[in-house]
């Protein structure tokens, strides 16, 4: 039932920043936790950072923490990873992810995903 599309994805240089935006529609959105996950090229996806969506606890993967952030809109459904410093490895497809009632950095613990945006970083 929920729907959950991300946006804000472009090309930047090495150093540049973007914001990418996951809103959510369909059906109350009540998720326990709402991360972001990202696809590198030629490789499976992987845990960048997470929140809770009632408290707005955060989680964050090494490689994000300190450069990302991540937080949410209530009344737009919608989460936000603010990036960077970005570097060519952050390069790739970032997708969201909605969980029922945990926050981890898990993939099979995820229900819901939106369809991704893709992410270049160029030097």
């Known amino acids: 039932q929920v729907q959950l599309v991300e946006s804000g994805g472009g090309s930047v240089q090495v150093g540049g920043s973007l914001r990418l935006s996951c809103t959510a529609s369909?059906?109350?959105?009540?998720?326990?936790?709402v991360a972001w996950f990202l696809r590198a090229p030629g490789q499976h996806r992987e845990f960048v950072a997470a929140?809770?969506?009632?408290?707005?606890?955060?989680y964050y993967a090494d490689l994000a923490l300190g450069r990302f952030t991540v937080s949410r809109d209530i009344d737009k459904n919608t989460v936000y990873l603010q990036m960077s410093s970005l570097k060519p490895d952050d390069t790739g497809v970032y997708y969201c992810?909605?969980?029922?009632?945990?926050?981890?950095?898990?993939?099979?613990?995820?229900?819901?995903w939106g369809q991704g945006t893709q992410v270049t970083v160029s030097s």
């Open positions: 369909g059906t109350a959105f009540t998720p326990f936790a």
């Open positions: 992810a909605a969980a029922p009632h945990t926050m981890t950095d898990s993939i099979e613990d995820y229900d819901h």
């Open positions: 929140l809770t969506w009632s408290t707005g606890l955060t």
